[in-house]
């Protein structure tokens, strides 16, 4: 195997050449990875993503002559990383499991729900409106919320709660009332 030996840039000592670096250890850290992996598609991102970190994390290396180690256990924790994801979140094919899903469609809302939903959501008081609105019809995050309304995070929590049971308690009326029907 070819070993560059001007793995060191001209930018000083503690600094090491990022493309020296790539030739000197790619094929090895591919190796190892594809040993690791069985895979040549998953060694391959590995090995990348050992470089991906060694471009944002190897200026932190003081001593030159642990750069292979260093990049080898990268490699290593990152196939770790890997493994202990798939395990924990396994790849499944949906076409394995379709008999096992429910045949169910959502419910689409009515006009008439939606009209009612929105005529009670007039109702709410301005401040309860926004915050309820931005939450649910938005799909806010607290967050958002608080920075839209220049609120603390706490008064957009309780907005929103004091917002739903006042809304639960305007529809929970639309409802008892029974509907004229029309002629």
Known sequence: ????????????????????????????????????????ADASDLTQQTFCIWATKGSQIKDISKVKSWLFTTLHRAFLEMHRRRVRFPHLELSEFEAEIPDQSPV?????????????????????????????????PYNEIAQVLHVPLGTVKSRIARGLAKLHDLLAIDMAEPAMPSR
């Open 1 to 40: 195997m070819y070993m560059r030996t001007d793995i060191i840039s001209n930018a000083g000592p503690a600094r090491l050449d990022f493309d020296g670096l790539v030739v000197n250890y790619y094929e090895a850290l591919y190796r190892f990875a594809y040993s690791l992996t069985r895979s040549e």
């Open 108 to 140: 689409p809302m009515s006009e008439s729900d939606t009209d009612q939903l929105l005529s009670a959501m007039k109702q709410l008081d301005e401040r309860y409106q926004a915050a309820v609105a931005l939450f649910y019809l938005e799909d806010c």
